[in-house]
Nanobody
Framework: QVQLVESGGGLVQAGGSLTLSCVASGRTFSDYTMAWFRQAPGKEREFVANIWWTGRSTHYANSVKGRFTISRKNAKNTVFLQMNRLKPEDTAHYYC????????????????WGQGTQVTVSS
C-alpha cells in the first residue's frame, strides 16, 4: 500500500495559480488511480479531479473544469494538480487520495489518503 504526502499549498490572490504535488511511497504507484479532493470548513469533502491508473483518463468536477489540470509522473511516484485562475471559493484543504486500479470519483472508494495541504485564495 502507498503512503501519500502533499505539498504546494499556500495563500494566493484570486486569479493566481498554484501547483499541488503528492508524492507516494511504495513500488506500485502506477497501479493506483490518483485523485484530489478538497474540504472547506463546514462543508463535505468533494471530488476535484482524478487520473486513472492507466494514465489515459482524467476527470474533473464541473467547478474546476478548464482551470485545473491533473497529471502524474509514475517514474517519480508523483501526481500534480495545476490550479489556474483561482477563485475565493477554491479555498479549502486539499487531499490527495489513491485507489488501487479504481475508476471512481467517490471518496469512500479511495482507501489511501494524505494529510492534505491548505489552499487559501484571497479576494
Amino acid at each position: 500500500q502507498v503512503q501519500l504526502v502533499e505539498s504546494g499549498g499556500g495563500l494566493v490572490q484570486a486569479g493566481g495559480s498554484l501547483t499541488l504535488s503528492c508524492v507516494a511511497s511504495g513500488r506500485t504507484f502506477s497501479d493506483y488511480t490518483m485523485a484530489w479532493f478538497r474540504q472547506a470548513p463546514g462543508k463535505e469533502r468533494e471530488f476535484v479531479a482524478n487520473i486513472w491508473w492507466t494514465g489515459r483518463s482524467t476527470h474533473y468536477a464541473n467547478s474546476v473544469k478548464g482551470r485545473f489540470t491533473i497529471s502524474r509522473k509514475n517514474a517519480k511516484n508523483t501526481v500534480f494538480l495545476q490550479m489556474n485562475r483561482l477563485k475565493p471559493e477554491d479555498t479549502a484543504h486539499y487531499y490527495c487520495a489513491a485507489d488501487h486500479r479504481g475508476d471512481s470519483n467517490r471518496a469512500p472508494t479511495y482507501d489511501v489518503w494524505g494529510q492534505g495541504t491548505q489552499v487559501t485564495v484571497s479576494s
